[in-house]
């Protein structure tokens, strides 16, 4: 005899169902026109009094007040695909919002303050998803050549020298062929179905098998949102378990071979057999919105590993870490151009031109007098005189152009160091807003609105 409640196999001459505590026929008779329906959140539909479900659950649930037989759909979907594919163990989703919460906010502290304002936490989904967990013994042959040092000793002469020869020691490797095999017993997650398969080797790929919980034990919500098997056991095990044993049997070997002089290490095929336990993986993701668009975080059930997509980042962002990449630039063009400064030399003071147009005026002066004095003699300096002025001039506007190019490169680096506190000055900034979102967090101060408003999480 069973219940009609939760399915449960009564006792004999029992009045009442020990896990529903539904009443059998011969406790009491069944209340008049009871209706079926589907219950969410495990409440009934009917009158919202809290339903006590038994454990996998496949039959109605009867409500306590109103005695109406209630369906929980989630839970029977996923009790029957369990039973259906041979799903005996895997992780449920028992992480407390605290839990959750805590998750979010280790992955959105790092994102400004600015940012954090804006941001608000809309939904938390809730998915189960298949998986395959391999207990596999790898096995695989390798070759290698591996050298052994030989000394050869020698007496070197010298013709030409009445000494007697000199005693010498050389080296020599001779590499010889080898062949070894390794094998390794891992434990290997891969997912069972195409579309949540990212999800699952980010959050368990590296899961401890000795936390799965066994079937009777998982918990299955009524919102809970499953997958079925939809990737084969082979395609699985050739895409996402074989590649990691064979990296594995690869390292072992070099390991096994490493105190010793080796070369050219070549991996055979591997072998592996194999032995496959279907599990049920548990994933939350927790829906947030920032200036109109949606981001996730996915967490695993027991709420101890999570990852994100992307972070949400303001223009002002975006522009200051840039300006990390321009304030490295600026600082290798300021090394490169202090390199070339100190090959320069140093300019002749510049003469203005009053002071150019007082040297030539007293030379022509000088010039008229000797003409005076010894007028042929003039003559024959006057091309001299006329080329002395000439470079003179020439000279003195060499050095103004140059002078110009260095007060221009001047203002230039001055510029750019202008700009460079600008650039430190928003660094500074991002800085002070990541301080400021850390200590909100600290004093529990709630910066993320939606849904975990009233969740009180413990740093």
Known sequence: MFCSGCGVKLQEGAACCSSCGTETSRGAAAPPQSQTIMARNFRCNGCGTPLKIPNNSRAPVRCPSCKTNCIIEGIIRNAEIATKENINSGVHLFATPAKIYHELLSILIKAPYVVLQKIEVVREERYCVPAYCFYCNGTASFTYEKGVERTEAYTEFDVNAKTRGVSRRITHTDWYPGSSSVSVSPIVFAPGNREMASQIMKLYSSFDPKNLISIENMQFTADVVTYKYDLPQPAAFTEYVL???????????????????????SMGGSKVQKDVVRVFFGLYRVVYTYDGEEYSVWISGDGKRSFHEVLPEDQGRKNAIANLDNLDNLDKKEKDMGELEKDVVPLPPAKDDYFISAIVGFLSLLWLVWILVDIRTGFVVFPFFLLFVYLLIDNNKKVNKERKEREEHKEREERKEREREEIKKRIRAIEHDFLIAEQQFIEKKRILHGIYENVNVEW
Do not use: F, G, H, Y
């Not at 590649?243 to 070369?263: F, N, Y």
């Open 243 to 265: 590649p990691d044993i064979d990296k594995i049997l690869e390292e072992k070997a070099k390991k096994s071979v490493s105190t010793q002089m080796i070369r050219n290490v």
